[in-house]
């Protein structure tokens, strides 16, 4: 027997008397297309005054629109027993804060120890069918927020509203020294690196890429950065603080440029500044790289809503670590 998940309703308004159900659809309750032509073969998908109808029929005033799409879930993905903490969650979506380290979908290679793993475990000990919808992703290493879409629906709505620029994402991190200007655009287009085409580099053939910066806290030898996504790259943050000269405390691919330097001197200030920045890096272990703040608009509740995630241990660990000593310097 086909299940369903729990119906989006529209009600038609006197202006919309006599549209078209189509357009109410498309125009009213943002159906993608893709979406309407799924709908259109499902038994119970698409239905006016709980009738099953063409979209090609007239509506009238006070009619109730309702779709209804099927239960699914991720059969490829292997349920575990991972934890991790709840944000938010209704029957439309699910927001997590997800702990460094872990990677968000299976990929070959790694087909468990995933968020995703996680997540379907949990859905199943509630006897609740989804597929693993992430609207976003974030790299490994990388913690905080990111939502799941529990349904095509709003998955296709907040994909929607990325493309359009009004998802708010916010980072914070902490970096090797202080960027100047202490507040700005990093307007770098990025791209693949043609030497390893793993790493991402700022080049003019890249695609456009842009990442607005304001310090919120000055170090001796480093900084804490908060970051706005305006376009969404691989690697974005990564690849543009380490192109102002300021690369993350911790990461091991976009490396401070002593590291390189240091390969061909042997200065003593040089080495110096490699023994601090080592010290640094080898503190956390990972990019200090945090997502804690996401939002936007609910795309069933039509509400804005906002999402936080404190700064995990290690990174607290860090920025105590950084301020030991000497006084600092906040915005």
């Known amino acids: 027997m086909t299940t369903y998940y729990p119906p989006i309703a529209y009600t038609v308004s006197a202006e919309e008397d006599g549209m078209l159900l189509k357009t109410i659809l498309q125009k009213r309750m943002d159906v993608s297309r893709k979406l309407l032509s799924r709908l259109k073969l499902t038994e119970r998908g698409i239905t006016l005054n709980g009738e099953r109808v063409y979209i090609s029929v007239h509506v009238r005033a006070g009619d109730l629109v309702e779709i209804r799409m099927e239960t699914e879930t991720s ?7 991972i934890p991790f903490p709840i944000l938010y969650e209704d029957e439309h979506l699910l927001v997590v804060s997800k702990p460094a380290g872990m990677i968000v979908h299976p990929t070959h290679g790694h087909y468990t120890d995933t968020l995703a793993n996680g997540v379907v475990h949990y859905w199943a000990q509630k006897n609740e069918r989804y597929r693993f919808r992430p609207v976003h992703r974030l790299d490994q290493e990388t913690s905080g927020v990111l939502a799941i879409a529990k349904n095509p629906y709003s998955h296709q709505h907040i994909s929607e509203q990325m493309l359009a620029g009004t998802v708010d994402k916010r980072y914070i991190a902490l970096v090797h020294g202080v960027p100047a200007p202490e507040r700005g655009d990093i307007d770098g287009p990025i791209d693949r690196d043609p030497g390893e ?28 950065v908060e970051l706005k996504l305006l376009t969404g790259r691989t690697h974005q943050i990564r690849v543009h ?14 490396r401070h440029p002593v590291y390189e330097a240091a390969d061909s001197s042997s200065a003593s200030a040089l080495a110096a500044e490699l023994t601090r920045v080592a010290a640094l890096d080898a503190a956390i272990g990972r990019q200090a790289l945090h ?13 804005d809503m906002t999402f936080e995630a404190p700064l995990p241990p290690d990174m607290e660990e860090l920025e105590a670590r950084l301020r030991q000593g000497q006084e600092t310097t906040q915005n």
Do not use: C, W
């Open 75 to 81: 059969e490829d993905i292997l349920p575990q027993p």
């Open 291 to 303: 997502a804690a703040r996401l939002s936007f608009t609910h795309p069933i509740f039509r509400r």
């Open 197 to 224: 085409p793993h790493r991402r580099i700022v080049t003019p053939d890249g695609y456009p890429s842009l990442t607005r910066y304001e310090v919120k806290e000055r170090y001796p030898y480093a900084s804490k």
């Open 241 to 254: 603080m380490t192109s102002i000269g300021n690369p993350l405390i911790g990461d091991g691919m976009y």
